[in-house]
């Protein structure tokens, strides 16, 4: 098994490299780029200066060969694409992400202060969907047809088909102050005076400000990972094992949750390979509506703003968090069913 890992651990750097190549030329060869925006501007600039002449105003003299090298000298296209590649690939090795051109800080500082609301959301909705899918899906698959398992499927149904987007908007007007009930906040992951509150104050601090943003982050994955934790479930009682365990006299309880719900939960575990991509990714749409300074948002205004080594941070950090995840969920199947061999 531990052979199988190592060369797991070997594989992933040229699927690495591969990734990290065709993000870097892509990002790199997209039109409308910094050193494009900055020639804009300075154009514009000498457009709008006294005595410059042309149509409308703008000129072309406002971007000399100097200035132009200039520019290409500070974001870096002097040189070839492959030669960035190479020189930007060292540098994140040390963990060198380069410089934000918006931000002017270090990626790795403007990533690192945008990662506590993409953990805070999305570590607690992911916890909190398996601790409520994984109860809910054997419920429904042990009661399967009952009044209970159709009223379920009803809520879980009628949750699914319902954007995040439009659950946002619903939950303020209805929660949030806009027409009816004023219980929770709506904007930001904490209040204005949260540094100022004791330990125990800022934890219901932002408790109480995650309420309406979580319920949106659940409903995505709620009714999927119920059903396939109930169609899961339901397979292993068919086999012919449970059957045999009967026949044996074992009860039903040791039956289902002894031996079916070991076997039912290989499936469920692959999502908790993503566990790890949760520091790095955030939803857009959600940040936007409760005004939640994440990565969702900070990857938006990134690429509205073309602001390369951002992007290129995150994705970068986004794409080994999901390698990472994949191997971790070949360890979870192992934990799960200890029969499983990958080395074979």
């Not at 953990?119 to 009044?147: H, M």
Request: hydrophobic share 50%; glycine share 10%; aromatic share 10%.
């Amino acid at each position: 098994m531990g052979e199988y890992f190592l060369r797991r651990i070997l594989a992933m750097l040229p699927t690495f490299l591969g990734i990290t190549l065709v993000t870097f030329v892509v990002i790199n060869l997209a039109p409308g780029g910094p050193l494009e925006r900055m020639m804009a501007d300075i154009r514009f600039g000498a457009a709008m200066a006294p005595g410059s002449s042309g149509p409308g105003g703008l000129t072309h003299e406002g971007v000399t060969e100097e200035i132009l090298e200039e520019l290409k000298r500070q974001f870096g296209y002097d040189k070839p694409l492959l030669t960035r590649y190479v020189l930007w690939l060292g540098n994140i090795l040390r963990l060198d992400f380069g410089k934000s051109f918006v931000h002017d800080e270090p990626v790795v500082d403007v990533i690192l202060s945008k990662i506590p609301v993409s953990v805070q959301f999305g570590v607690t909705s992911l916890a909190l969907t398996y601790l409520f899918c994984i109860p809910l899906g054997v419920f429904k698959a042990v009661r399967d047809g009952s009044a209970a398992d159709t009223a379920t499927s009803a809520l879980v149904y009628a949750g699914y088909a319902v954007s995040p987007l439009m659950l946002g908007i619903l939950l303020i007007v209805l929660f949030g102050g806009g027409t009816f009930l004023d219980w929770f906040p709506v904007t930001g992951s904490a209040s204005d005076f949260h540094d100022m509150m004791t330990p125990g104050e800022k934890v219901l601090d932002r408790l109480h400000h995650s309420v309406l943003p979580l319920a949106c982050y659940l409903i995505g994955n709620f009714a999927t990972l119920t059903l396939l934790m109930k169609n899961a479930f339901m397979e292993e009682l068919g086999k012919p094992y449970v059957t045999t365990a009967r026949a044996k006299g074992l009860p039903e309880s040791r039956v289902r949750y002894g031996h079916v719900l070991r076997n039912a939960l290989i499936p469920i575990v692959t999502g908790l390979g993503g566990l790890l991509g949760v520091f790095f990714v955030g939803n857009l749409f959600i940040e936007q509506i409760f005004a939640l300074d994440g990565m969702g948002l900070l990857f938006y205004d990134s690429l509205l703003a073309r602001d390369y080594p951002v992007l290129l941070g995150i994705l970068t950090l986004v794409s080994l968090a999901l390698m990472l995840g994949n191997l971790l969920s070949d360890f979870l199947y192992v934990l799960v069913d200890p029969r499983i061999d990958f080395s074979r």
